[in-house]
């Protein structure tokens, strides 16, 4: 709900991200006592147009619903991103050598503190503002039901939105509503009145979709108003993944359930799994040739270990693991590995207790195949069987499967014994859907060498 919509609220919020970045460039090129030539000119500019795409307006929620320190934490990431991509297209341009090193350095440290207090101080400037006399909005809303009820308690307990919540309008009596505590203004058939002479701004209707007569009904007689109406449709009361609003030729769709990388999050995704993938691997490399010759010796067989699973959108992958049994099982009957399995060879059982038989997925990475974070992979047969008694199993599809997950920092790695288990994990997994940011894939990243170290669940 963009209730908010007047041109320079909207201005700040969409620009002061990548104002207050080129700001801070400024003003650090400024304390050094340099000027601003053209090579740094062009930085600025291009600074500009990328931080447009990759911060997001400012979040008014901030003081009321997230942390701090998350804020910050996905201002940092998001920054870290930027300053990385521009580090590299300088290296490819052969211009790094005419920007100051400490120059960039103090540019780098102190532009995230800056984003973090003009943000807090930019929320109570537009708070103040809309809280204040004719700034404030008058709304009703027509619809006694959970939907209503809940946009009811966003606009009083959320002040920054510039709305003055008059109350509900339903045709049914307070006794039949069953709930109490609520300012009933009338029925259905006194809203047009009530709007024109209460002056009334906004008008919400959170009517069920097949309540369309009395809906239709109603619009025709809000015509004689020019009060501004929306139509809160009910499948918002349902688990939505990444629900946002599109269209199609002018036809306005509403997506109930999306991937999170869609547009510059895709780009901001992959190019930070290619460069993970590429630094892991060139450090790693000597550590796998070890581990190649270790598992060799240890027991015959193939050194790496292809086994397919579902990746995104469903479609079967090949994924790359070191061979830690004496079998390679990759069949319609796939036996999870237990802590006394005997198909466990002595290297590989070091091998899974340490993740590091999961390094060659960073290949996989790099193909394009999988994801540095993203739900774990699950083999095809475990994926056949649970789908038909998870609710919502394969909704984990909708992005790249990853080396490391939510579900995996949060105590669910290595076996699921129980439907129980495999249940909570799925419900990470689908949490990691809806609430995904750069930040927590950063976090995500640092958790997990910790998780792994400490955990004895992988067998």
Not at 274 to 295: D, Q, R
């Amino acid at each position: 709900m963009q209730a908010i919509d007047r041109p320079s609220v909207l201005l700040v919020k969409s620009l002061l991200n990548p104002i207050v970045i080129v700001g801070c460039f400024i003003l650090t090129i400024h304390f050094y006592g340099l000027k601003i030539e053209k090579h740094y000119f062009l930085l600025l500019v291009i600074t500009f147009l990328i931080a447009s795409l990759i911060f997001d307006e400012i979040d008014l929620e901030l003081d009321f619903k997230s942390s701090l320190l998350r804020s910050f934490g996905n201002i940092f990431a998001r920054w870290t991103f930027l300053f990385g991509f521009l580090a590299i297209l300088g290296f490819a341009a052969k211009m790094s050598d005419d920007f100051s090193r400490k120059l960039l350095l103090t540019w780098f440290v102190a532009t995230p503190l800056v984003l973090i207090a003009v943000q807090l101080l930019a929320r109570r400037a537009l708070q103040s503002a809309v809280s204040q006399g004719d700034a404030q909005r008058r709304a009703i809303i027509v619809g006694v039901n959970e939907l209503g009820l809940k946009l009811a308690r966003q606009f009083e307990s959320a002040p920054y939105l510039g709305i003055s919540f008059a109350g509900f309008f339903d045709d049914r009596s307070p006794e039949r509503l069953g709930v109490s505590h609520i300012n009933l203004l009338g029925k259905m058939n006194e809203v047009a009145e009530f709007v024109r002479t209460k002056s009334i701004h906004l008008i919400y209707i959170a009517l069920p979709m097949m309540a369309q007569p009395r809906i239709f009904d109603l619009l025709d007689k809000l015509r004689d108003t020019t009060a501004s109406i929306y139509f809160v449709p009910d499948i918002f009361v349902f688990d939505l993944i990444q629900a946002r609003f599109g269209n199609i030729n002018g036809i306005p769709v509403v997506a109930v359930c999306e991937s999170p990388f869609y547009g510059v999050n895709r780009v901001m995704k992959r190019i930070v799994d290619i460069l993970f993938a590429s630094i892991i691997l060139i450090f790693i490399s000597p550590l796998m040739l070890a581990i190649a010759i270790g598992v060799k010796l240890s027991s015959p067989g193939p050194v790496i270990f292809k086994q397919r699973r579902y990746g995104l959108d469903g479609e079967e992958i090949k994924v790359y693991k070191f061979r830690t049994m004496t079998v390679c099982e990759d069949g319609h009957n796939v036996r999870q590995a237990s802590k006394t399995d005997n198909r466990i060879t002595r290297f590989g059982r070091f091998l899974r207790k340490t993740s590091l038989d999961e390094l060659p997925q960073f290949i996989n990475v790099l193909q394009g195949r999988m994801s540095i974070v993203g739900p774990r992979p699950h083999a095809v047969a475990h994926n056949e069987l649970y789908r038909t008694q998870i609710k919502g199993y394969m909704i984990r599809h909708k992005v790249k499967p990853g080396i490391t997950g939510w579900a995996q920092v949060n105590g669910f790695r290595g076996e699921t014994d129980t439907l129980q288990k495999m249940k909570a994990r799925i419900e990470f997994d689908l949490d990691y859907l809806r609430n995904w940011s750069l930040s927590l894939d950063l976090w995500i990243i640092l958790r997990t060498a910790g998780v792994f170290l400490k955990q004895d669940t992988a067998y």
